[in-house]
C-alpha cells in the first residue's frame, strides 16, 4: 500500500509559477511511475503531466508542454510538479498519482493505482 500526499498548492497571479510536491510512503516508490491530474470545477478529470519509474522519460498534455516540469527524487520519496507561466485556465484541483507494475498509459487515470488527496491550485488574472 502506497500513501501519497501532495502540497504546493496556493494562489498565484498569472505569470507566476509553483511546485507541488508529492510525497509518497513505503520502501517502493522508485518502482512506480507517478502520474499528475487535474480536475477544474464542472470538468472532467484530465491528465497533466506523468514521469517513469526511472525518471528518465516524462510526458506532458499539449495544453502545460514547455510550461511545467515532472521530476521525482528517489532519496526522498517524492515527485514534483514545477508549474511555470501560470494562466487561469490552470485553476484546478492537482492529484498525484502512483502507478504500480505493469505500468499502463500514463496519461489514462485508470492506469494509476494510488491517488492523493489533491490540492487546489487558484490563478488569478
Known amino acids: 500500500q502506497v500513501q501519497l500526499v501532495e502540497s504546493g498548492g496556493g494562489l498565484v497571479q498569472a505569470g507566476g509559477s509553483l511546485r507541488l510536491s508529492c510525497a509518497a510512503s513505503g520502501s517502493t516508490f522508485s518502482r512506480y511511475a507517478m502520474g499528475w491530474f487535474r480536475q477544474a470545477p464542472g470538468k472532467e478529470r484530465e491528465f497533466v503531466a506523468a514521469i517513469s519509474w526511472s525518471g528518465s522519460s516524462t510526458y506532458y498534455a499539449d495544453s502545460v508542454k514547455g510550461r511545467f516540469t515532472a521530476s521525482r527524487d528517489h532519496a526522498l520519496n517524492t515527485a514534483y510538479l514545477q508549474m511555470n507561466s501560470l494562466k487561469p485556465e490552470d485553476t484546478a484541483v492537482y492529484y498525484c498519482?502512483?502507478?504500480?507494475?505493469?505500468?499502463?498509459?500514463?496519461?489514462?487515470?485508470?492506469?494509476?493505482?494510488?491517488w492523493g488527496q489533491g490540492t487546489q491550485v487558484t490563478v488569478s488574472s
Open positions: 498519482a502512483a502507478n504500480r507494475p505493469p505500468y499502463g498509459d500514463s496519461r489514462l487515470g485508470a492506469s494509476y493505482d494510488y
